[in-house]
């Protein structure tokens, strides 16, 4: 490996980890969110983890595609 | 794992005992052999093994109608009703029933396929092969597509892109910005949120077993590093329990989000 396609490499890496914060936070705020509203109204629980798990999927996607494009790079 | 990624390049005169292949051997499939001119490879016949396992399951789990089903067709029926009852009628409504046979597909060949990364002697999962989840999405994408139009008529098109209950000077940002989210950003997020998940989970088992094995065989203290190999090995098995548990949510995500598009595009938003 040459040394420009290791610094390339390591940036990807960077970017990569760059891109996981904000779904990083995004995914605690959620689930603290989901976990709250279940523990307030447990009868509730069911809607409550079908609805975590769509936003879960949807902020995931971010970190997913920063991790996609790492390996592109 | 590939069990090519077993075959090091040695080198005993100097202190770099052995160099593992780049992790870009992962993603090569070689063919296996050629039918009628096509290249067979591993994942081919993985995804047909997968298709096999589903109908397998399913006829002998339903096979025999009987007043009290045995363990195992209670447990295949249970799994069927979950898809059927939770997210193809509960998301998308009465109307849900007729997209249930398409969502228990989905569901149960990615489930096999996703398993497949933690079936010992195959640790290979199909749907980390980008095509596979990508035809997934675009069949996906076809049949929301298809009942948008069905259901609204030409209206579907209509709302997206000129939404009436925008202020009339947004409309129109509004409206590419929900065309490109509805027709190209979800297909996408769809493929590869499945995609990704399966080939972290793919690279993070192979890294942590070969990281093992290179410890225990590798160089020549075995003992000393040998405990190291085992720590691995344990740390990987930790991984392999979480695996199965991302598996399973992934197909049930994917199934989860086509019955959302589905159901967005069979009811309009008022």
Known sequence: ?73 | MDLEILAFECETETDVVCTPPFVNELFETPDVFELFGVGVNRAMLLMFLAAFVVIALLWVALRKRSVVPTKFGAAIEGLVTLVKDEIATGIIGPQGAKYAPYLISIFLFILVGNLMEVTPFINFPITSRMALPAFLAILTWVIFVFAGFKEQGLGYLGHIIWPKDVPIALRWLVGIIEFVSIFLVRPFSLAVRLFANLVAGHVMLTLLLVTGYVYITGFSNATFNGVFGVMWWALALAIFLFEVVVSILQAYIFTLLSAVYIQTSVHPEH
């Open chain 1, 1 to 73: 490996m040459t040394e420009i396609e290791i610094t390339k490499g390591a940036i990807a890496l960077i970017g990569y980890g760059l891109a996981a914060i904000g779904p990083g936070v995004g995914i605690g705020i959620l689930a603290g969110n989901a976990v709250q509203a279940m523990a307030r109204q447990p009868e509730a629980a069911g809607m409550v983890r079908t609805t975590m798990f769509l936003g879960i999927a949807f902020t995931e996607a971010l970190a997913l595609i920063g991790f996609v494009l790492f390996f592109l790079a």
